[in-house]
Each structure stands twice: as structure tokens, then as C-alpha cells.
T-cell receptor
Framework: AAGVIQSPRHLIKEKRETATLKCYPIPRHDTVYWYQQGPGQDPQFLIS???????DKGSIPDRFSAQQFSDYHSELNMSSLELGDSALYFC?????????????FGPGTRLTVL | QKEVEQNSGPLSVPEGAIASLNCTYSDRGSQSFFWYRQYSGKSPELIMSIYSNGDKEDGRFTAQLNKASQYVSLLIRDSQPSDSATYLCAVNLGNTGGFKTIFGAGTRLFVKA
């Protein structure tokens, strides 16, 4: 079965650079969630989109923005990167229209800021 | 008080024993509850979802939900060394239509062969 796809899997950036993470949900899933997980920490909810509209927002810095496109894929844009942004970034998807809110996670993007 | 609380562990059980993982949550309006397993450096993997009070069984796993006590648990029967991982309790907040999920800090489980 198709799963959530994230790209790139690994990304190395310098401080103050920008990064774009991409997420392709499971086919027919309409909701995308972004999480940040630091070493030894639980996943922290950043933001979610349902049917291409932002549905909720968590602890997402103002330097970050995200959107969901017409094909339901989502991109997380991160600017003015800081050392503390180094983490695993997970995307998850679900099929909310069907009433199912179980989230399935992608493999994650490991971002390292030097 | 954190919105979702778990004992961080580590919880150590011998192979073949029952592992019991617990989670409490603060949002009384929450309707959806999940248990995920996460191996180091990997993404969370769904084990079980539960929406109604009572028990839900799937193979060696049983989830238990008590909304009055705001408590959800996961039992793993016949624990195997491959079950050694961090178990994350996740709750969809009730006041957001289920679009915001809060994770507990996770319980590290070690199953000794």
C-alpha cells in the first residue's frame, strides 16, 4: 500500500539559510499534519491542512510557513534557519472527509543546521 | 500540567510478560486516542486507535479507554524483544475538530530476552 512520501530525507543547511520540505500524502487523503521532533523529545505539532486550507496551528515559529496544494501535497518552508531547528520533521496524512482521523506518518526529513 | 502525560520509563519486562503502558489527558472534549510505536530515528507507527470507552483488542495489543477518568492504556501480551521501542500516546483535541494532535512524551519499553 502507498504510504506518505517525504522529501528530501536528509537536509543540511547553514544558519540563516532557507529550507523547503515536501510531503506527499497517501492517495485520497485530504489532511496533512506537520510535526517537529527534537532528539529525545515527542513529536510537536506544527500545523495542519484540510482540503488545502489551514485547519489548525501549533507551535510553529513565525519563520516557518506551510501550504497545501491542489494535488494535496504540502510544503513546509523554513527561513532564517537557527541551530535549534535541527530536528526530524514528520508529515502525516489522514482522510478526514471519510470521518477517519487516524494519522499515518511519513519517514521524516532529518534537518541539520550548521 | 501537560495535555498528555505518560511515564517516561524505561519500563523493563521479561520476554513473554505483559507490558502495561499508561496515559492521561487533560482535554475532556477529546474523542480520538491513538497509540504509536517509534523506534529510534524512525517515524511513529500506528498500533491502535480507540474512540469508545472500554477495551479494544488487536492481536497481542489491547487498548483501554476511560473517558470519565481521562485515561487510556495499552497492554502488550507475550512481549517480544522486537517490541522494545518508545510508545507514544496521542490525543486529538476535541475543540479543534480533530485537526490538532498532542503527543505524550512517550514510554520507553525494554523487553529482555
Amino acid at each position: 500500500a502507498a504510504g506518505v512520501i517525504q522529501s528530501p530525507r536528509h537536509l543540511i543547511k547553514e544558519k540563516r539559510e532557507t529550507a523547503t520540505l515536501k510531503c506527499y500524502p497517501i492517495p485520497r487523503h485530504d489532511t496533512v499534519y506537520w510535526y517537529q521532533q527534537g532528539p529525545g523529545q515527542d513529536p510537536q505539532f506544527l500545523i495542519s491542512f484540510y482540503e488545502k486550507m489551514q485547519s489548525d496551528k501549533g507551535s510553529i515559529p513565525d519563520r516557518f510557513s506551510a501550504q497545501q496544494f491542489s494535488d494535496y501535497h504540502s510544503e513546509l518552508n523554513m527561513s532564517s534557519l537557527e541551530l535549534g531547528d535541527s530536528a526530524l520533521y514528520f508529515c502525516a496524512s489522514s482522510f478526514k472527509t471519510k470521518g477517519a482521523d487516524t494519522q499515518y506518518f511519513g519517514p521524516g526529513t532529518r534537518l541539520t543546521v550548521l | 500540567q501537560k495535555e498528555v502525560e505518560q511515564n517516561s520509563g524505561p519500563l523493563s519486562v521479561p520476554e513473554g510478560a505483559i507490558a502495561s503502558l499508561n496515559c492521561t489527558y487533560s482535554d475532556r472534549g477529546s474523542q480520538s486516542f491513538f497509540w504509536y510505536r517509534q523506534y529510534s530515528g524512525k517515524s511513529p507507527e500506528l498500533i491502535m486507535s480507540i474512540y469508545s470507552n472500554g477495551d479494544k483488542e488487536d492481536g497481542r495489543f489491547t487498548a483501554q479507554l476511560n473517558k470519565a477518568s481521562q485515561y487510556v492504556s495499552l497492554l502488550i501480551r507475550d512481549s517480544q524483544p522486537s517490541d522494545s521501542a518508545t510508545y507514544l500516546c496521542a490525543v486529538n483535541l476535541g475543540n479543534t475538530g480533530g485537526f490538532k494532535t498532542i503527543f505524550g512524551a512517550g514510554t520507553r519499553l525494554f523487553v529482555k530476552a
